[in-house]
């Protein structure tokens, strides 16, 4: 045995290290004791010194238990479904940390006996659209939309205009997530063009409901027609909407944006929404309407798979009781705000040498809704190479690339992570800067 060799510490000197055993504390002992061997194996080959063990482990251990990384977004897409969707307030992220543990979620603390599960979070949704006479939440919006077709429809036919067969993404479609609860989708009217009359004469004795989807991720332009929620309520069946997004009032800024107040006053029976597009909350599916619709599909046995956990109660609650959720400020930043902030970033880079400008640039609504919103924006401009840097470092930055400049919209950022978005930036001007003077 080499001398080397010899003096590789053992595994269990190395996991002794105090600042070892609180890594395993973070991120287990598997993680650690796989890391530690692997360090060893490379004293052993003569890559690591021996009294380096200790250090290169430290250096090559992940930060946190989970492989998912905190992103900054500046892509000025607001909802990024790629990107997890609507960040959490800090009321949510608090409400979140208080129910990770053993929690009263559907426990009565005063009685000591079982209560309503999340009660809490379906009172703040009751309250936040007074419309509804009742609400349940599910696991997403697709959940909502198949336990209502389960509940409602059975193998009865659901009616669904051509214009609203919408794919939502990763290759799911409305209708077939439908079909699979054994319910038939009865087609009306045409891709461009149905009228009221194409839903009479599609009515029958099988009818369960009409469902009526907003087309939120594309607009159809020209020769068109459909059918108003308030029209459809006078067909004497049952009317489900699903509006998408999770707007619970109209907002001026997204006039074309349904919304479940207006929709229930329509006359709508129930209406589908998620819960982290626009509503700014955590990735859960909203039911809101009619009291005897709601208690059946509370009360369907499919209910059961899928129920929200605790962390959604609480995230979601927070959400409606707190402070306006990061989507809704970035919605309602002004653009002045943003051509602020913007200069200043892009002044202290270029003041340091940086390549980097301010930029004029236009974000969007995303995560499949308001298609036809642009929002003026502001952001920095740096070399559409630096995009892959940007992304792969810590934290990753995903920008979006434009004419030859990688553009960091900073609606999308928030000013408490600007910091971090020009430490990132300039992190990859000086490993670029050494890079060229290393081969030069
Ligand atoms: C996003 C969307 C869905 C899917 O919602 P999830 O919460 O992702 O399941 C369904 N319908 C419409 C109209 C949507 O916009």
Not at 406 to 416: F, G, K, Y
Request: proline share 6%; aromatic share 2%.
């Amino acid at each position: 045995m080499s001398d080397t060799r010899r003096h590789v510490p053992r595994t269990d000197a190395v996991l002794a290290h105090p600042q070892i055993a609180h890594a395993m504390c973070v991120l287990g002992r598997a993680t650690v004791k796989a890391t530690v061997a692997a360090v060893q194996e490379q004293a052993r080959a003569g890559r690591v010194a021996p009294d380096e063990v200790v250090s290169v482990v430290l250096a090559s251990l992940p930060e946190r238990a989970t492989t998912l990384s905190p992103v900054v977004n500046a892509t000025g897409v607001l909802v990024h479904t790629n990107l997890g969707r609507a960040p959490l307030s800090r009321a949510a992220r608090d409400a979140i940390d208080v129910a990770t543990g053993s929690t009263d979620v559907e426990f009565d603390l005063a009685t000591g006996a079982r209560a309503r599960r999340g009660r809490g979070a379906l009172a703040a949704l009751a309250e936040a659209v007074p419309d509804a006479e009742a609400v349940h939440v599910v696991n997403n919006n697709a959940a909502a939309l198949l336990l209502t077709a389960m509940a409602l429809a059975g193998d009865a036919d659901i009616l669904l205009s051509r214009g609203e067969f919408v794919e939502i993404g990763d290759g799911f479609r409305i209708p077939e997530l439908l079909g699979a609860s054994g319910a038939r989708i009865r087609e009306v009217g045409t891709t461009n063009r149905t009228t009221l009359e194409d839903y009479r004469r599609a009515l029958g004795e099988r009818t369960a409901f009409i469902l009526k989807v907003h087309p939120s991720n594309f607009v159809v332009r020209g020769f068109t027609a459909s059918v108003s929620v308030a029209e459809l309520a006078t067909l004497g069946v049952p009317v489900v909407v699903d509006i998408g997004s999770g707007l619970l009032r109209p907002h001026p800024l997204l006039p074309n944006e349904p919304d479940a107040a207006s929709t229930l006053r329509a006359g709508a029976t129930l209406v589908t929404a998620s819960g982290d597009k626009l509503l700014g909350g955590p990735q859960c599916g909203l039911l809101l309407g009619s009291a005897d619709v709601v208690e059946r599909l509370r009360r369907h046995p499919v209910a059961r798979a899928l129920r929200v956990d605790k962390l959604t109660l609480a995230a979601l609650e927070a959400t409606l009781r707190g402070p306006a959720p990061p989507v809704t400020v970035a919605l309602e930043t002004k653009e002045d705000e943003l051509r602020v902030r913007a200069e200043r970033l892009a002044k202290t880079l270029a003041d340091e040498g940086i390549d980097a400008e301010v930029v004029r640039c236009h974000s969007a609504i995303g995560g499949g809704g308001a298609p036809d919103v642009e929002l003026p924006s502001w952001g920095i401009g740096v070399p559409a190479a630096w995009a892959r840097e940007l992304r792969t470092g810590s934290p990753p930055v995903v920008g979006r690339v434009r004419r030859g400049r990688c553009v960091l919209d900073l609606r999308t950022v928030a000013p408490d992570d600007d910091a971090r978005l020009l430490a990132a930036v300039r992190a990859v001007h000086h490993r670029r800067k050494g890079e060229r003077t290393w081969t030069s």
